[in-house]
């Protein structure tokens, strides 16, 4: 069974840091990109970044020189640092995996919540 889930998510003051974390397991097929969305009260989800299992990342320009995303590849986790956070960071994040064959896998969705 495919699972993937996140962890990491919480209250933080503007300007404030968070670090994300993802792990999938489960499929038996390989990983070819990990990344982040999110979504916040009446907002479309949206990418956050992504990265793929050569390592090139790409970035909201909402998030971009703030946030940096990393991938353990021996351990299928992907991370999310998140530096000077700010109130409109606030959303729900989301896991997303997709693998070799059998496509997109989603978290559960962790929350960071920044306060002003």
């Known amino acids: 069974q495919v699972q993937v889930v996140e962890s990491g998510g919480g209250l933080v003051q503007s300007g404030g840091s968070l670090r994300l974390s993802c792990a999938a397991s489960?499929?038996?097929?390989?990983?070819?990109?990990m990344g982040w969305y999110r979504q916040a009260p009446g907002k479309q989800r949206e990418l956050v970044a992504t990265?793929?299992?050569?390592?090139?990342?790409n970035y909201a320009d909402s998030v971009k020189g703030r946030f940096t995303i990393s991938r353990d590849n021996t351990k299928s986790t992907v991370y999310l640092q998140m530096n000077s956070l700010k109130p409109e960071d606030t959303a729900v994040y989301y896991c997303?995996?997709?693998?070799?064959?059998?496509?997109?896998?989603w978290g559960q969705g962790t929350q960071v919540t920044v306060s002003s």
């Open positions: 489960g499929s038996g097929f390989s990983i070819v990109r």
């Open positions: 990265i793929t299992d050569g390592g090139s990342t």
């Open positions: 997303n995996t997709m693998f070799l064959i059998i496509g997109d896998y």
